[in-house]
């Protein structure tokens, strides 16, 4: 099993960032996926998940007017769309199935 992150990188205030995940080694449409983040100094927390079937979405409350997460099945991906972003909201994204993660993004929010 892998995943594998990708799209990090520096925004301003306000910005759009959106985070892919390709997924390895499983069969990906049977699995529930989920995004985390860290920021520095602070543990790692969830941010949002999307069932396999059906596809509910759940999100921690404070991304939850901000952030879309989506996966396509047929491409073994799961995206993160990231609206209005704010200082606060920048960490390492990381994408997970289970007890398997990524090695993470950088999103950094900065003028």
């Known amino acids: 099993v892998r995943v594998v992150e990708s799209g990090g990188g520096l925004v301003q205030p306000g910005g759009f960032l959106r985070l892919p995940c390709a997924a390895f080694?499983?069969?990906?449409?049977?699995?529930?996926m989920r995004w985390y983040r860290q920021a520095p100094g602070k543990e790692r927390e969830f941010v949002a998940a999307i069932g396999a079937n059906p596809p509910s979405t759940y999100y921690e409350d404070s991304v939850k007017s901000r952030f879309t997460i989506t996966r396509d099945n047929d491409k073994n991906m799961v995206y993160l769309e990231m609206n209005n972003l704010e200082p606060e909201y920048a960490a390492v994204y990381y994408c997970?199935?289970?007890?398997?993660y990524g090695q993470g993004t950088q999103v950094a929010v900065s003028k």
């Open positions: 997970n199935r289970d007890v398997y």
């Open positions: 080694g499983f069969t990906f449409s049977d699995y529930a």
